[in-house]
Structures are given as C-alpha cells and as structure tokens.
C-alpha cells in the first residue's frame, strides 16, 4: 500500500530545483556581438574607354595648369636625389631641403657618406623622423653603391631596388626625374588620394595601395608621362586637392572628377 504523501513532503517533491550558479561569475547571456567587416569599394560603372577618354581630359588639363611641374626635392646629382628621397619618408619636401644642405657639404657623394660615424648622422637627420631607421638606410645604401657600384647610383630598377632604403617609390623618383627613364610611377600619399578621388584606379583597395595604383595609373597614361605626371598631381595634391578641405571650386580637373563636392571628403 502507497505511502499517503504529507503536505511537507508533497512541496518538497513538487518544488523544481534552481538553476546551479557559479560565485564570482555572470550568469546572464552575452548578446552576440556582430563580426565587423570591411565596406566593400562600390564597383565603378564607367566602361574602359570612358574612362581612358577621361583620363586624356584630365592630362591635358594638368598639361595645361602645370606645364613645368618637376621634383620638389633640392639635388644636383643622382646621389642627391637618392638621398633626399630617403629622407622625405614621413617628411615634407620643406624640411628635407632645410636639412640636406648642410648633410651634402659633410658628405658630398656616396663614399663620404659610407664612411659617416652613425651617432653624428642621427644628429644631422633628426629633424626629419625616423632618424634611426633613415641613418640605417642611408649608411646601407652608400656603402653599397660605393662596394658594388664604384661609388655612382644605378641606373636600372633591380639595382636600384638592392639598396637599402629604397622601395619602388623612391626608385622611380631617381629613375625618371634624374635618369630621364619613364619606368612607373610615383605614388605617394598625395597620388593616391588623387587617383582615387579621380576614379583612376580601378583595382586598388584603398589609396595606400601603391602598387596597384601605379599599376592602373600606367595603364590610363602614356609613358612617356608617367614622371611628370605624378609631379603634376603631387603639386595638385598640395595646392587644390589637400586631404581634410579640397577646393573643388578651384579645381581644373573638377569637370571630370566623380568626386568633386562629395560629403565624405
């Protein structure tokens, strides 16, 4: 025969259980917290040609507001050049050519330089940033155009591209401006944001993306431009279109650029 049930056992065997806690811990439920991803760069529409023929509108007016533009860097020579460029890494042109008199009276070409004690180079490049690495680049590069190039600057992009210091960029600065060699491209911070704001580059991911953005840019523009050409839009770059405030009401390319007054700028 059962068992009759109490009152007191009856609550005790309807009564559920609680929930097991953890002291010192949150037992609530954190909220999934949504994955961020990257914002897609919105596919142009524009065709090859319209693009290509666009890009003839815009050389022709740059042609037309800078006729004479050239390197903003003071040198006299390829070594010059060479060096300035090291330099002007994170740096204004400005500052580069209030430091670079006195750097070449010390040590006027690559042999000099090869043999500079690095304590007294850091000094004399401080005023630029990144004195340390600069002077690592700067002594690596002399030592080698003096070891291996008896003292004279390449001429060719795999040489160039051996030194220390030197990365495309500064090449084809040394290659087309003194050289007279129209191999690539300049792509600095102002030609970027330049080829981006101007819908010339069609590839890249964003406006640090130097080597696709050469790319695309040398296969808008002749070749025989390409030295002269980032000149011009660096000159534009700092004149017309700054980073923070472009003055598209001043701008010569404004006709043609897809970007002109846009509220993102």
């Not at 970027?192 to 130097?210: F, I």
Request: net charge positive; with cysteine.
């Amino acid at each position: 025969m059962a068992k009759k049930q109490t009152p007191k056992r009856k609550a005790a065997a309807t009564k559920k259980k609680a929930p097991r806690t953890t002291a010192g811990k949150n037992t609530k439920a954190k909220a999934a917290t949504p994955r961020r991803t990257a914002a897609k760069k919105p596919r142009s529409r524009e065709s090859k040609a319209a693009r290509q023929a666009r890009a003839g509108r815009i050389l022709k007016a740059l042609e037309e507001t800078y006729p004479d533009a050239g390197c903003a860097l003071h040198h006299r020579s390829a070594y010059e050049l060479l060096v300035s460029t090291i330099l002007s890494a994170q740096c204004t042109d400005e500052r580069v050519n209030l430091v670079t008199p006195d750097l070449f009276r010390r040590y006027p070409d690559a042999t000099a330089l090869s043999a500079a004690d690095p304590d007294d180079l850091e000094a004399a490049v401080r005023s630029t940033g990144f004195f340390r690495n600069k002077t690592k680049s700067l002594l690596g590069m002399s030592r080698l155009v003096t070891d291996e190039y008896d003292g004279e600057v390449p001429d060719t992009m795999d040489d160039l591209l051996r030194l220390p210091g030197v990365a495309r960029k500064t090449a084809n600065c040394v290659l087309g401006t003194w050289f007279g060699k129209n191999i690539g491209v300049v792509v600095d911070t102002h030609v970027g944001r330049l080829a981006e704001r101007l819908g010339l580059t069609t590839n890249a991911r964003d406006s640090k993306d130097a080597e696709r953005i050469e790319q695309d840019l040398m296969a808008l523009f002749p070749q025989e431009t390409w030295t002269w050409l980032a000149h011009a839009l660096i000159q534009h770059g700092r004149k017309i279109c700054a980073a923070r405030k472009p003055k598209c009401a001043e701008c010569s390319l404004a006709a043609d650029c897809p970007s002109v007054d846009a509220p993102e700028r």
